[in-house]
């Protein structure tokens, strides 16, 4: 029986001996019950609260330097590439603001099942496949109020309340850092705690079972305790449907496409009914298209401090782009900036101090890369509703 001053549970699975551990991402305690405990050598394995992503994060330093910028861009992938950083940074702060290292707990059962050569049990679902099924769980306008939320985090000078280091002491990091910026913070339950402690008890159940190992030790964060022990008591049944359940992401919705090619029709159908009317009149149309929708994404690359060739780019390209969904400007300005400013390997090492500041993101080549896209994107769409209703004022004579 493990002696501990953090919350724990003692269960018995199988003949298999496990204990649940409850630790705080923020706690200096935490960090040392859980020296104390593998220590003991009680213990022939370790799980812990990490995916293979947050995995390399924490213990490979060059894994940043290895991400393909344009693929993920072109994958759209950024929201989540974005949401990660915004997590980063919110820890980073923390480490500036308090001296605490969010995670000790977590890098001490990794350092010390290394150094006694312990199986590590990665048991935490894909932290991407996670923000994707909280984005599914979200009306969209729910999931714009937390991107926006997101956003403004990075760029904040507050300083982080004691209140919410007390929470993070008593929940879990990721929850505390959404839940922030969440109009509703129940929306974020089932996707953020509920399913992680089924998919972290199925894939602890899996790995006992592939591993053949007695006594595992489970570092996990206090919030997930009690409901990782309940599913553990109450399920039977083979843990690989639950995983594969989990871990499925939900198809994407099709109303923004249809809106996309509905709103292309009708734009090209204005030009052709102003031509229809008079060729000046259509000339002033396209030519309101090009400057609107090519004046305002060049106004975002500049605003992102992109290369001035392109930004030039951003105003020639961006009247085509918007007319056709399947391109973003984005993508055009990102490619452009990449072949102009590639990043340095010191920006990649940088990255996680860097974003945590919102100078950071300008300066740092990398962020400036998802800024750029984000804003040339957004001068492009803002250019595209002006420009609409510009048009239709000058058909209709509004």
């Known amino acids: 029986m493990l002696e501990s001053s953090e919350p724990c549970c003692e269960m018995t699975l199988d003949d298999v001996q496990i204990t649940l551990l409850g630790t705080a991402h923020v706690s200096r305690i935490s960090a040392e019950q859980v020296k104390r405990a593998i220590q003991s050598g ?59 290292e969010p995670g000790a707990e977590q890098r001490t059962a990794l350092r010390l099942a290394k150094e006694r050569e312990l199986p590590i049990l990665l048991i935490d679902r894909e932290v991407g496949i996670t923000l994707k099924r909280i984005a599914a769980n979200l009306s969209w306008w729910k999931r714009y109020t937390l991107f926006a939320g997101l956003l403004t985090a990075l760029v904040t000078t507050d300083e982080i309340t004691e209140d919410a280091v007390e929470k993070l002491k008593e929940g879990d990091v990721l929850e505390m850092t959404f839940a922030e910026f969440a109009a509703d913070q129940r929306d974020l339950y089932t996707p953020l705690i509920a399913e992680r402690d089924q998919y972290m008890a199925a894939k602890l159940r899996r790995e006992i079972s592939r591993l053949q190992v007695k006594r595992v030790l489970v570092v996990v964060g206090v919030g997930h305790l009690k409901g990782i022990a309940e599913v553990l008591a109450q399920e039977h049944t083979p843990p690989t449907p639950t995983l594969v359940a989990l871990e499925q992401i939900p198809p994407p919705s099709r109303w923004p496409t249809r809106f996309a090619w509905a709103l292309l029709a009708l734009i090209l159908a204005g030009f052709i009914w102003g031509f229809a009317q008079d060729a000046a009149l259509g000339w002033a149309l396209i030519n309101t298209w090009i400057v609107l929708t090519g004046g305002l994404a060049a106004l975002g690359a500049l605003v992102a401090n992109a290369h001035p060739l392109t930004i030039v780019v951003a105003f020639l390209t961006a009247p085509l782009t918007t007319l056709n969904p399947l391109i973003a400007v984005g993508m055009v300005t990102v490619a452009v900036e990449l072949y102009l400013r590639p990043p340095h390997v010191g920006d990649f090492s940088r990255l996680r101090a860097d974003v945590a500041h919102w100078r950071g993101w300008w300066h740092n080549r990398v962020a400036r890369i998802f800024v750029l896209f984000l804003l040339s994107n957004l001068g492009a769409a803002f250019g595209t509703y002006i420009a609409g209703f510009q048009i239709i004022g000058k058909l209709f004579h509004l």
């Open 42 to 100: 009680g213990y022939d394995a370790v799980a812990v609260e990490l995916c293979r992503s947050r995995f390399n994060a924490l213990t490979d330093p060059r894994a940043l330097a290895q991400m393909d910028l344009f693929s993920v861009i072109r994958q759209n992938r950024v929201a989540m590439v974005v949401a990660n950083l915004a997590l980063s940074a919110y820890q980073q702060r923390l480490a500036e603001q308090f001296g605490i």
